[in-house]
């Protein structure tokens, strides 16, 4: 479903930034050759791939396929026993940092190099993978406390409302909520609550959870909201009311497409 979302959104994106906010360049044709020049000088100069760059893609490569056909790895049967049925998405993860640092880097001056040391994994930034795990965290906490069941229980009255206006409402809330808090934190709270709503209103929960899913995604008012946000903002070539002004509208159009997306294909995916 975030294909179609995608394919959607960045031409709405793009015509809304270009139509109404005046997204133009005053850049002349000469400056824009050098710029290309520029940019092509810096591509030849980083030569051809190294050994070790086509290794970590291999490597990539590997932990990916285990991740896209993890549940025929899991179910498949040797002599009656199934010897890759704790093959989780984490074990596939942990296999690939292993490798990685047991593979050589492929560097004839350095025989001991290998693609992955620990001066680098010092380096990753704990605090995005603490999030993401927190967030992780935080449900399966809601979940198996029974908070979340209490909650949509609690709701279960919104569950009268037209699906397609209840599927706005979720959008909305989200999409707004999400640009003062983590995308991760709010899904993760959200989504167990909203599964339980489903299942006591006997409302197909994709059709709340598609919603969640993707306008968690779509943050585009702040620069707090997203990384990609602030480094724009740092930019120092728009105002925060600039932000906020091309962001609200942008966030309206993403709402549109989201609630029009989970009502027509989240059942059909799902």
Same mark, same amino acid.
């Given at each position: 479903?975030?294909?179609?979302?995608?394919?959607?959104?960045?031409?709405?994106? $793009? $015509? +809304?930034?270009? /139509?109404? !906010?005046?997204? @133009?360049?005053?850049?002349?044709?000469?400056?824009?050759? @050098?710029?290309?020049?520029?940019? #092509?000088?810096?591509?030849?100069?980083?030569?051809?791939?190294?050994?070790?760059?086509?290794?970590?893609?291999?490597?990539?490569?590997?932990?990916?396929?285990?991740?896209?056909?993890?549940?025929?790895?899991? !179910? +498949?049967?040797?002599?009656?026993?199934?010897?890759?049925?704790?093959?989780?998405?984490?074990?596939?993860?942990?296999?690939?940092?292993?490798?990685?640092?047991?593979?050589?880097?492929?560097?004839?001056?350095?025989?001991?190099?290998?693609?992955?040391? $620990?001066?680098?994994?010092?380096? %990753?930034?704990?605090?995005?993978?603490?999030?993401?795990?927190?967030?992780?965290? &935080?449900?399966?906490?809601?979940?198996?406390?029974?908070?979340?069941?209490?909650?949509?229980?609690?709701?279960?009255?919104?569950?009268? +409302?037209?699906? %397609?206006? &209840?599927?706005?409402?979720?959008? +909305?809330?989200?999409?707004?909520?999400?640009?003062?808090?983590?995308?991760?934190?709010?899904?993760?709270?959200?989504?167990?609550?909203?599964?339980?709503?489903?299942?006591?209103?006997?409302? #197909?929960?994709?059709?709340?959870?598609?919603?969640?899913?993707?306008?968690?995604?779509?943050?585009?008012?702040?620069?707090?909201?997203?990384?990609?946000?602030?480094?724009?903002?740092?930019?120092? @070539?728009?105002?925060?009311?600039?932000?906020?002004?091309?962001?609200? /509208?942008?966030?309206?159009?993403?709402?549109?497409? %989201?609630?029009?997306?989970?009502?027509?294909?989240?059942?059909?995916?799902?």
């Amino acid at each position: 479903l975030g294909v179609p979302a995608v394919l959607v959104l960045v031409p709405l994106a $793009w $015509w +809304l930034l270009s /139509r109404f !906010e005046g997204a @133009k360049s005053d850049v002349s044709q000469d400056t824009a050759d @050098k710029v290309a020049g520029m940019i #092509d000088r810096k591509v030849a100069a980083l030569g051809p791939m190294s050994v070790a760059e086509k290794r970590v893609i291999g490597m990539f490569a590997f932990i990916a396929s285990l991740w896209i056909f993890g549940i025929p790895l899991r !179910e +498949l049967e040797i002599g009656g026993v199934q010897p890759l049925s704790g093959l989780s998405d984490s074990v596939a993860a942990i296999i690939g940092v292993v490798l990685c640092f047991l593979i050589p880097a492929g560097d004839r001056s350095d025989r001991a190099a290998r693609l992955l040391d $620990w001066k680098t994994a010092e380096s %990753i930034p704990w605090g995005v993978v603490l999030l993401f795990g927190g967030g992780m965290a &935080l449900a399966g906490a809601m979940r198996y406390s029974g908070m979340s069941a209490w909650l949509g229980g609690e709701l279960a009255i919104i569950g009268t +409302l037209p699906v %397609i206006l &209840l599927i706005a409402l979720v959008t +909305l809330l989200i999409i707004f909520l999400t640009e003062i808090t983590s995308n991760v934190a709010t899904a993760a709270a959200t989504m167990p609550v909203l599964i339980a709503v489903g299942e006591a209103s006997d409302i #197909d929960v994709a059709l709340l959870a598609a919603p969640v899913a993707l306008a968690a995604s779509c943050a585009f008012m702040l620069p707090m909201a997203t990384g990609p946000n602030a480094v724009i903002y740092a930019s120092g @070539k728009i105002s925060l009311e600039q932000m906020a002004r091309a962001g609200f /509208r942008l966030n309206l159009l993403a709402s549109v497409a %989201i609630i029009a997306l989970s009502y027509l294909l989240a059942p059909l995916v799902f």
